[in-house]
């Protein structure tokens, strides 16, 4: 009988467990959601040459897929959801959610197309790009931080992903050429070999300026062989762009 009883304690245990985190799940629903839709309507009003349509719904759907709180140490919905960036340690932070959407948007990324980032960080916009494109190549300097991106995306399996521990400057030539590269660190201009390695046609999303300062969101598309066209679409904050000290 009281081996009966310890199993039954077991199982009270085990469903209660599970009750308690159901409705943090489900606020985490709920909070996704409002999250897509306060990206939505800052979208039609935030001046960055959208226009009436706002973004892709293609982006929005992956934002809405995407579990962010599982990309933040203290996974916590209310925090993972603001529309604000989360610090990640190492003086590193996950993007504000709009800006996220925003340069994803940018990119046209289309089912097929393989896509760099720089500056994978959490990992958190290597997953939105991973639900719109074939592969995703993504470089991170700081080990831990590439590490531990390493391991989220393993363990959500999102298999078309690889990361790689190294500076980003140089960009990734046996991963590409690439349909897409998003720099998610400011620089004060355009890695050449970033241009080299994008296809004609692709398209460079950045911020172009001092690090910890006010900087402009770029696009540059690779119109012809050696030619490019620039454009900025809005002012932004990112954290400088690290390069290897060798």
């Known amino acids: 009988m009281k081996g009966l009883l ?5 199982v009270v245990a085990a469903w209660e467990a599970a009750a308690q ?7 985490c629903v709920r909070e996704r959601a409002a ?7 800052y ?4 001046g960055s040459g959208l226009g009436q349509q706002g973004l892709s719904e293609r982006v929005l759907e992956a934002m809405a897929q995407t579990k ?3 990309f933040i140490a203290e996974r916590s919905c209310a925090i993972a959801y603001a529309d604000s960036p989360v610090p990640i340690g ?3 932070t996950i993007s504000q959610p709009y800006i996220v ?3 994803t948007h940018l990119a046209e990324v289309a089912p097929d197309h393989v896509v760099l980032e720089i500056g994978t960080g959490s990992g958190y916009q290597a997953a939105i790009l991973a639900r719109l494109a074939r592969k995703v190549c993504t470089i991170e300097i700081i080990p831990q931080l590439a590490e531990t991106a390493t391991k ?3 363990d959500l399996a999102y298999d078309n992903v690889s990361v790689r521990l190294g500076d980003g400057y140089g960009g990734w030539p046996e991963c590409g050429p690439f349909d897409a590269i998003i720099v998610t660190a400011a620089l004060g201009h355009t890695p050449p070999p970033l241009i080299e390695q994008l296809k004609v046609g692709g398209r460079l999303i950045m911020p172009v300026g001092a690090g910890y300062g006010t900087q402009q969101l770029t696009v540059v598309e690779k119109v012809a062989p050696g030619k490019t066209t620039t454009r900025s679409v809005a002012y932004v904050r990112f954290v400088p762009f690290t390069r290897s000290q060798n």
Do not use: K, N, W, Y
Not at 35 to 41: H, K, L, P, S, Y
């Open 90 to 92: 190492l003086g590193q």
């Open 101 to 103: 959407a925003l340069m």
């Open 21 to 27: 985190d159901a409705p943090q799940d489900d606020q």
């Open 6 to 10: 310890h199993v039954f304690a077991m």
């Open 68 to 70: 962010r709180h599982l």
């Open 43 to 46: 979208a039609r009003s935030a």
């Open 35 to 41: 999250m897509v839709e306060t990206i939505r309507a």
């Open 152 to 154: 989220t995306l393993r």
